[in-house]
């Protein structure tokens, strides 16, 4: 039996990591294990509207890699699910985009999502905040990490 890669649903925030040195290794790692078939890169096309204002070498970067992504939309579904986060106060209105991205990974079906946004997206009081939304509004639990938190070494078995 073919194991399938992760579909990883990776937010701008790796993309622009790749320039910052806390958090250029664990991005470039995470990159490197989708260049070598370990994770399937999935962004959305709000990423990529993100992207758009993003320095040059930051859309240079995803332009390198973008033969290996996988671009979802941003369904009627995940919108509603956006919406329900907002309600929930996971995150307030001026993030938006946040609980945008966390429910299009969510509908999408992705393994998980990756960011480096600590405050609003990889944050244990919000994780379960929305994973007990996705659940009573009928979708799987999404896992949520950071870059360092999901790349592997060659021996692991995933």
């Not at 332009?63 to 009627?76: A, I, K």
């Not at 509603?80 to 995150?91: C, E, H, K, T």
Request: charged share 25%; net charge negative; glycine share 6%.
């Amino acid at each position: 039996m073919t194991k399938r890669p992760l579909r990883i649903y990776v937010d701008t925030s790796v993309f622009g990591g790749v320039f910052d040195d806390e958090f250029e290794r664990a991005s470039l790692e995470l990159f490197d294990q989708a260049r070598r078939g370990k994770c399937r890169v999935v962004v959305s096309s709000l990423v990529i509207d993100e992207l758009m204002g993003a320095p040059d070498p930051v859309r240079a970067m995803f332009h390198e890699l973008r033969r290996l992504v996988e671009v979802v939309g941003v369904t009627e579904q995940a919108i509603a699910l956006q919406r329900a986060y907002l309600d929930a106060g996971i995150v307030g209105p001026m993030r938006f985009a946040d609980a945008l991205h966390v429910a299009v990974a969510t509908v999408s079906e992705c393994w998980a999502i990756v960011s480096w946004n600590f405050k609003h997206i990889v944050n244990f009081r919000k994780v379960s905040l929305y994973n007990w939304v996705n659940t009573a509004r009928g979708y799987g639990v999404i896992a949520i990490h950071s870059p360092q938190e999901v790349i592997f070494d060659e021996e692991e078995d995933v």
